[in-house]
């Protein structure tokens, strides 16, 4: 039986990915300039822990998300008890896990920028008198555009089609839980083929699309350095 065409799981998939990636963005910014002028030996510890989502299998981060942000965790009662939000099944859960996901995927294209801005221009920058504060937003961002187009395109993609974490944390809500990817998930299990070709025609088009975005920011850089 054909469900239909269903606007909403794309609607939230995009929402999803949108505040996903200005909250790593936001985050990312100074732990990424931190790990790439730090010569402290916590820096291979740090790399490999968030890196670490790009290795797990989704279902095992998806699991001890789960735990941590149960009503049974220290967490999850605290924001139950105190903010009255819960964290599973919930469009906030799948955003927590949605950013600890996507986090290397924001973290090392903005790290790869900076640590390939010259050193002369951050020595000149702090013999002016600049704060590291100041050299970061005033000389390394300008800096490193197409690093941070690159890390921002690919966080919004790569939220846009997750599919075990969400699952895992979420589940499938009409509304709020229920994005694009899961949406397919569901439309094969119901024998859909005809709907699920099309919601995942427009997944492929819109990989497609951001993939080649990336590769033409990266020759044109190329190009011009």
Known sequence: MTQGFDAVP??????LAAVTTVV???VSLPLAWFLSQTRSGLKPFVEALVSMPIVLPPTVLGFYLLVFLSGRSPLGMFFQEHLHVDLVFTFE????????YSFPFMLQPLQSGMEQVPVKLLEASYTLGKSKFQTLFRVVVPSIK???L?????????TVGEFGVVLMVGGSIQGE????SIAIYELVELMDYRTAHVYSFILIAFSFIVLMSVYILNHRKRASG
């Not at 859960?93 to 600890?100: K, R």
């Not at 690159?150 to 790569?158: D, E, K, Q, S, V």
């Open 24 to 26: 790593l963005f936001i």
């Open 177 to 180: 839980t229920r994005v694009a």
């Open 10 to 15: 794309f609607l939230l998939s995009f929402r």
């Open 146 to 148: 197409p690093s941070m």
């Open 93 to 100: 859960g799948i955003l927590i896990a949605s950013c600890v």
């Open 150 to 158: 690159t890390g921002l395109i690919i966080t919004f993609a790569h």
